[in-house]
Nanobody, 117 residues
Framework: QVQLVESGGGLVQAGGSLRLSCAAS????????MGWYRQASGKQRDLVAT???????NYGDSVKGRFTIARDNAKNTVYLEMNSLKPEDTAIYYC???????????WGQGTQVTVSS
């Protein structure tokens, strides 16, 4: 069983920054996509950013230029650097890892990010 442990959420003023971290309890496979999705109250879960083990990144349109995803494969950890935060970034942020060999998806428990205006 794999556990994803997220940290770094919290309350920040508009224009501020936060850094999220997500550590997997073990190495999943040699080919993964790691990333973040978010879900605002009453809305669907949307892509924030992902990064594959090959280095390919993908960002949601609303965060391009403001958020940066990085991963440390040796630590089984993915990071999300969030800058120039806006109130509309308020959501629960979920860590996500997809094993490309098995097509199994793993999700974290979520961490709340609240941006005040």
């Amino acid at each position: 069983q794999v556990q994803l442990v997220e940290s770094g959420g919290g309350l920040v003023q508009a224009g501020g920054s936060l850094r999220l971290s997500c550590a997997a309890s073990r190495t999943i496979s040699s080919a993964t996509v790691m990333g973040w999705y978010r879900q605002a109250s009453g809305k669907q879960r949307d892509l924030v950013a992902t990064r594959s083990s090959a280095g390919v990144t993908n960002y949601g349109d609303s965060v391009k230029g403001r958020f940066t995803i990085a991963r440390d494969n040796a630590k089984n950890t993915v990071y999300l650097e969030m800058n120039s935060l806006k109130p509309e970034d308020t959501a629960i942020y979920y860590c996500y890892i997809r094993d490309l060999w098995t097509s199994i998806n793993y999700w974290g428990q979520g961490t709340q990010v609240t941006v005040s205006s």
